[in-house]
């Protein structure tokens, strides 16, 4: 149990574009969703905290703006990349929590490219 | 903020060989998860392990949250064990803060 999917794994865009990642909990109900970015060789760093049905929790330095997340149900979370440029290319994962004991299960992650 | 710092940062193992990875954490933390990412980038869950030990297969770990650190033990390594091992502590609002992790490669 406690699966999470991630669509696409892998996206190239062009600068300028807009890309959306999607997270999805295919066999529970995540009342909250995280989205974190890796880069190379580096750790996991957490971009932003979403409930289902309110506002996302930005961490300090990240662009609100930047980057959309909506939380529309309690198995589907969305990440908008607006207006990519090469310093946001970087592996994106989402996260989500059943609950409970508030342990996370991490999705496959997507990889992003922006040329 | 929590400062989490894991070691060794790199381990070379000859296949069946044994190890132990250290997380030590800077304050008071709500929870604790070790997690084991594959050359693909998958996090899988190892342990949830806010205190005592607990044991799965060849892995067991460990942590003593009033002393502020987590053991991850592996006995008998294989090459599939290879990857980076990452321990995370959970804040207030369910949220972690991850170490740099440990990158272990395995070698047959």
């Known amino acids: 149990g406690a699966v999470v999917s991630q669509h696409p794994s892998r996206v190239i865009c062009k600068s300028g574009t807009s890309v959306k990642i999607e997270c999805r909990s295919l066999d529970f109900q995540a009342t909250t969703m995280f989205w974190y970015r890796q880069f190379p060789k580096q750790s996991l760093m957490l971009m932003a905290t979403?409930?289902?049905?309110?506002?996302?929790?930005?961490e300090q330095g990240v662009e609100k703006d930047k980057f959309l997340i909506n939380h529309a149900s309690l198995t589907l979370s969305t990440l908008t990349v607006t207006s990519a440029h090469p310093e946001d290319s970087s592996f994106y994962i989402c996260?989500?929590?059943?609950?409970?004991?508030?342990?996370?299960?991490f999705g496959p992650g997507t990889r992003l490219t922006v040329t | 903020g929590i400062q989490v710092e894991q070691s060794p940062p790199d381990l070379i193992l000859q296949e069946g060989a044994n190890s132990t990875l250290r997380c030590n954490f800077s304050d008071s933390v709500n929870n604790l998860q070790w997690f084991h990412q594959n050359p693909w980038g998958q996090l899988i869950n190892l342990f949830y392990?806010?205190?005592g030990t607990k044991q799965n297969g060849r892995l067991s770990a460990t942590t003593v949250a009033t002393e502020r650190y987590s053991l991850l033990y592996i006995s008998s390594s294989q090459t599939t064990d290879s990857g980076v091992y990452f321990c995370?502590?959970?804040?207030?609002?369910?949220?972690?803060?991850f170490g740099a992790g440990t990158i272990l490669r395995v070698k047959s």
């Open positions: 392990i806010p205190s």
């Open positions: 996260s989500a929590s059943t609950g409970g004991t508030y342990e996370q299960y």
């Open positions: 979403s409930n289902e049905g309110s506002k996302a929790t930005y």
């Open positions: 995370a502590v959970e804040l207030g609002g369910n949220k972690l803060v």
